[in-house]
Protein backbone atom coordinates (compact mmCIF):
# COMPACT_ATOMS: atom_id res chain seq x y z
CA UNK A 1 0.00 0.00 0.00
CA UNK A 2 1.14 3.60 -0.74
CA UNK A 3 1.09 6.11 1.81
CA UNK A 4 1.09 10.07 0.81
CA UNK A 5 2.03 12.50 3.44
CA UNK A 6 1.70 15.92 3.27
CA UNK A 7 3.48 19.07 4.74
CA UNK A 8 4.06 22.51 5.00
CA UNK A 9 1.39 23.87 4.83
CA UNK A 10 0.79 27.17 7.81
CA UNK A 11 -0.58 30.56 7.87
CA UNK A 12 0.93 33.33 6.22
CA UNK A 13 0.04 36.80 5.15
CA UNK A 14 -1.71 37.26 1.48
CA UNK A 15 1.29 37.95 -1.22
CA UNK A 16 3.39 35.41 0.85
CA UNK A 17 4.91 31.92 -0.12
CA UNK A 18 4.63 28.12 0.94
CA UNK A 19 6.11 25.23 -0.25
CA UNK A 20 4.41 21.90 0.28
CA UNK A 21 5.71 18.36 0.35
CA UNK A 22 4.29 15.24 -0.40
CA UNK A 23 6.13 11.93 1.06
CA UNK A 24 5.42 8.40 -0.45
CA UNK A 25 6.16 5.23 1.67
CA UNK A 26 5.52 1.66 2.00
CA UNK A 27 4.69 -0.27 -1.57
CA UNK A 28 7.34 1.52 -4.53
CA UNK A 29 5.94 4.06 -5.72
CA UNK A 30 5.62 3.70 -9.40
CA UNK A 31 2.16 5.95 -10.10
CA UNK A 32 1.23 7.51 -13.57
CA UNK A 33 1.48 11.14 -12.32
CA UNK A 34 0.70 12.85 -8.89
CA UNK A 35 -1.75 15.80 -8.35
CA UNK A 36 -2.70 18.43 -5.61
CA UNK A 37 -6.13 19.03 -5.00
CA UNK A 38 -7.36 21.35 -2.30
CA UNK A 39 -10.82 21.96 -0.19
CA UNK A 40 -12.32 24.44 2.01
CA UNK A 41 -15.28 24.25 4.67
CA UNK A 42 -18.41 23.30 2.40
CA UNK A 43 -16.69 23.37 -0.73
CA UNK A 44 -15.98 20.32 -2.45
CA UNK A 45 -12.29 19.07 -3.46
CA UNK A 46 -11.02 21.39 -6.59
CA UNK A 47 -8.22 20.51 -8.86
CA UNK A 48 -5.41 22.36 -8.19
CA UNK A 49 -1.70 20.86 -10.24
CA UNK A 50 -0.50 17.51 -11.96
CA UNK A 51 2.43 16.76 -12.78
CA UNK A 52 3.43 13.29 -14.83
CA UNK A 53 5.56 11.34 -12.91
CA UNK A 54 7.90 9.79 -15.69
CA UNK A 55 7.97 12.68 -18.18
CA UNK A 56 7.81 15.79 -15.78
CA UNK A 57 5.17 17.26 -17.75
CA UNK A 58 2.48 19.59 -15.34
CA UNK A 59 -0.50 21.12 -15.74
CA UNK A 60 -2.71 23.56 -13.75
CA UNK A 61 -5.81 25.16 -12.86
CA UNK A 62 -6.37 28.57 -13.97
CA UNK A 63 -6.54 29.85 -10.44
CA UNK A 64 -2.60 28.57 -10.33
CA UNK A 65 -1.33 29.09 -13.24
CA UNK A 66 1.84 31.41 -12.80
CA UNK A 67 1.81 31.09 -9.11
CA UNK A 68 1.81 27.91 -8.19
CA UNK A 69 4.29 25.24 -9.04
CA UNK A 70 4.79 21.24 -8.94
CA UNK A 71 7.58 19.40 -9.02
CA UNK A 72 9.11 15.87 -8.12
CA UNK A 73 12.20 13.98 -7.07
CA UNK A 74 11.79 10.42 -8.30
CA UNK A 75 14.50 9.44 -6.27
CA UNK A 76 12.86 10.68 -3.38
CA UNK A 77 9.80 9.40 -3.78
CA UNK A 78 8.68 12.96 -3.17
CA UNK A 79 6.43 15.66 -4.72
CA UNK A 80 6.35 19.34 -4.12
CA UNK A 81 3.90 21.85 -4.41
CA UNK A 82 5.47 25.70 -4.82
CA UNK A 83 3.30 28.34 -3.91
CA UNK A 84 3.90 31.41 -4.28
CA UNK A 85 1.69 35.24 -4.47
CA UNK A 86 -0.72 33.34 -2.10
CA UNK A 87 -4.53 34.86 -1.87
CA UNK A 88 -7.29 34.30 0.30
CA UNK A 89 -9.24 32.36 -1.69
CA UNK A 90 -5.94 29.80 -1.67
CA UNK A 91 -6.65 28.72 2.07
CA UNK A 92 -7.98 25.08 2.03
CA UNK A 93 -6.69 22.06 2.58
CA UNK A 94 -4.28 20.86 0.64
CA UNK A 95 -4.12 17.04 -0.31
CA UNK A 96 -1.38 15.25 -2.33
CA UNK A 97 -2.95 12.07 -4.23
CA UNK A 98 -1.33 9.29 -6.53
CA UNK A 99 -2.80 8.77 -9.97
CA UNK A 100 -1.87 4.75 -10.86
CA UNK A 101 -2.88 5.09 -14.86
CA UNK A 102 -3.93 7.72 -17.63
CA UNK A 103 -7.32 8.55 -16.31
CA UNK A 104 -8.78 12.18 -15.84
CA UNK A 105 -6.48 15.14 -14.94
CA UNK A 106 -8.96 17.47 -12.65
CA UNK A 107 -11.48 15.09 -11.06
CA UNK A 108 -10.91 13.84 -7.63
CA UNK A 109 -12.04 10.54 -8.22
CA UNK A 110 -9.64 9.69 -10.73
CA UNK A 111 -7.06 9.34 -8.13
CA UNK A 112 -6.00 6.11 -6.73
CA UNK A 113 -4.09 6.82 -2.98
CA UNK A 114 -4.50 10.26 -0.67
CA UNK A 115 -2.59 11.84 1.75
CA UNK A 116 -4.14 13.25 5.08
CA UNK A 117 -3.86 16.65 3.71
CA UNK A 118 -2.07 19.37 5.16
CA UNK A 119 -4.00 23.51 6.18
CA UNK A 120 -3.28 26.31 4.38
CA UNK A 121 -4.47 29.43 5.99
CA UNK A 122 -3.95 32.96 3.66
CA UNK A 123 -4.68 36.09 5.66
CA UNK A 124 -5.71 39.50 4.46
Known amino acids: QVQLVESGGGLVQAGGSLRLSCAASGRTFSSYAMGWFRQAPGKEREFVARIIRSSGTTYYADSVKGRFTISRDNTKNTVYLQMNKLKPEDTAVYYC?????????????????WGQGTQVTVSS
Open 97 to 113: AAQMSISSRTTWRAYDH
